[in-house]
Every structure is written in C-alpha cells, then in structure tokens.
C-alpha cells in the first residue's frame, strides 16, 4: 500500500530541518575523526558526539510524528532509531578505543543519515 505524507501538516518540514542538522552533525564527526587521527580535534569530536545523539533523539521523534499523526510512512521513524541507537555503540566503541569496529560503523551511521536526507527532499516521498 503506498502511502503520501499529508500535505501542510509541517511534519515533514520538521523531520527535514532535523535530518539536515543530524547529517550534518554526522559529517563534523567524521571531520573532527580525521583531526584526531592528525594528533588533535578531541574536543571537538566529543562534544560532536553529544549533538549527534540530541538531534538524534528529536530525529527519531519527528519521524514519528510524520508517520503517525502525520500519516507518512513508518520506516523512517525505524531508520532514525538505527542511527540513534547506531550512534550510541559508535560512542561506547570509540570510548573503549575499538576502531575496528568503530570507522565501518561511522560510515554505516553517514550513509543511513545520508539516504533519510535524499529521502526527506525526494519529491516523491512514498512507502
């Protein structure tokens, strides 16, 4: 069954302004990793952790309410609680020096983010 976000509901504004901070916030970390493998960029790669959780957070809940209230479809809202609850281990991993684990993951966190933002601005935004 395909399903359109209604129209005017702003939901979908919303959940493309957070999507827009949220990929972004992803990318300064991926920025801010390369600095700290250069020897510097801690600071910033830390409290980039922290922005990427919050818009994380208010991500998810916007794609839920452009599902529910909003009548869109519902895998966004599961996509943004993958990336926020991806983010999350991303920390620990990197807290706990696992890069191994820590860079493929990072990359899978950019991409979802990434496909979530095409998907926001595709004018043809169905199921």
Same mark, same amino acid.
């Given at each position: 069954?395909?399903?359109?976000?209604?129209?005017? @509901?702003? +939901? =979908?504004?919303?959940?493309?302004?957070?999507?827009?901070?949220?990929? /972004? $916030?992803? %990318?300064?970390?991926a920025v801010s990793a390369g600095? =700290?493998? @250069?020897?510097?960029? @801690?600071?910033? #790669?830390?409290?980039?952790?922290?922005?990427?959780?919050? %818009?994380? %957070?208010?991500?998810?809940?916007? $794609?839920?309410? /452009?599902?529910?209230?909003?009548?869109?479809?519902?895998?966004?809202?599961?996509?943004? !609680?993958?990336? !926020?609850?991806?983010?999350?281990?991303?920390? $620990?991993?990197g807290g706990s020096g696992v890069? %191994?684990? #820590?860079?493929? !993951?990072?990359? $899978?966190?950019?991409? /979802? @983010?990434?496909? =979530? =933002?095409?998907?926001? +601005?595709?004018?043809?935004?169905?199921?």
């Open positions: 069954m395909v399903t359109q976000v209604a129209k005017g @509901s702003g +939901y =979908l504004t919303a959940f493309k302004a957070v999507t827009v901070l949220n990929t /972004l $916030a992803v %990318l300064v970390q600095m =700290l493998l @250069s020897g510097g960029g @801690s600071g910033l #790669h830390g409290t980039g952790a922290l922005a990427v959780h919050v %818009l994380g %957070l208010i991500q998810l809940v916007t $794609a839920v309410l /452009l599902w529910r209230p909003g009548r869109g479809p519902g895998w966004p809202a599961l996509a943004a !609680l993958v990336v !926020l609850l991806a983010g999350f281990v991303q920390s $620990a991993l890069v %191994l684990v #820590h860079v493929p !993951l990072g990359m $899978a966190i950019f991409g /979802l @983010s990434v496909w =979530l =933002l095409v998907w926001s +601005y595709s004018p043809r935004r169905t199921s």
